[in-house]
């Protein structure tokens, strides 16, 4: 009995090891050898790890361009640099336009004179024995109003002197609707003028740019009914551009 269970021990061994070898033999069949299935595994796992890594890396750096990408082209900075900066050219161009036009509208620059103006004569009560000349530009151009007025009281022959030092330092110039001003002493505020009399009538003449021609046609602005005083000490200042550089003479 002991040596039939010894023969059969042998038996099942061996089937084993045949069954083994034939499947080593299976496995190496194409030819490159007997190879460890377990390293093969590993390395089938890191060369696929490795490529997947790299792939991962690529696809990583791509989506950083196409994030940069994304960000400048939704920047709002770099929106609002462009936004400016077509901000500012439609700017420049807008106030280009208006230039233009004023330039076009405002057309030549010509003299102040009674066609193109109306002048208003006031009694002041301050300065005392004064008073103002008023002239609105009424054309549709500018206009220069050049030296002093040229006033002429009743049926004088002469008009009245200009005081110097009221020389202002630029020509006094008038926008469509804009006024110049000049101040006129009428007589002394202690009564030593000579000729005193009263006059109805005011005509007021303007100067061309030399200062010493009479240019276009004058005005003639209303007195007060009882009309104004004046002698000999009568003196006009030169044009101003504002009211309170007129009265102070």
């Known amino acids: 009995m002991s040596s039939i269970r010894n023969s059969r021990t042998r ?4 089937a084993a090891t045949a069954a083994l070898a034939a499947l080593s033999l299976t496995a190496c069949s194409d ?8 390293a093969s595994t590993k390395s089938s796992t890191a060369v696929s790890s490795s490529a997947n890594g790299t792939d991962s890396t690529e696809s990583a750096s791509g989506a950083s361009d196409r994030g940069t990408s994304a960000k400048d082209a939704s920047d709002p900075g770099t929106s609002a640099q462009g936004t400016s ?36 004569a006031a009694p002041l009560n301050r300065p ?11 054309g549709k151009n500018t206009c220069y109003l ?3 007025p040229a006033v002429r009281f009743g049926e004088a022959q002469a008009v009245p002197p200009v005081i110097e030092d009221s020389q202002p330092q630029a020509v006094v110039t008038l926008e469509p609707g804009e006024s110049g001003y000049a101040s006129v002493n009428l007589s002394s505020a202690d009564g030593s003028g000579a000729h005193g009399r009263t ?18 046609t004058g005005a003639f602005p209303s007195l007060p009914a009882g ?23």
């Open 85 to 120: 900066e077509r901000g500012s050219a439609s700017g420049d161009a807008k106030q280009a336009g208006v230039t233009s036009k004023a330039v076009s509208s405002a057309g030549k620059v010509v003299t102040c004179e009674g066609s193109n103006t109306k002048t208003v």
């Open 227 to 249: 009309g104004v005083y004046i002698d000999d000490s009568l003196k006009v200042t030169y044009w101003q551009q504002r009211m309170e550089d007129a009265i102070i003479w």
């Open 31 to 38: 030819g490159t050898g007997v190879a460890d299935e377990g």
């Open 146 to 148: 050049y030296s002093y």
């Open 128 to 138: 005392i024995n004064h008073m103002l000349l008023t002239v609105t530009n009424t």
């Open 11 to 14: 038996l099942l061994t061996g």
């Open 199 to 216: 006059e109805k009538s005011l005509a007021v003449y303007f100067h061309g740019r030399s200062g010493n021609e009479s240019v276009g």
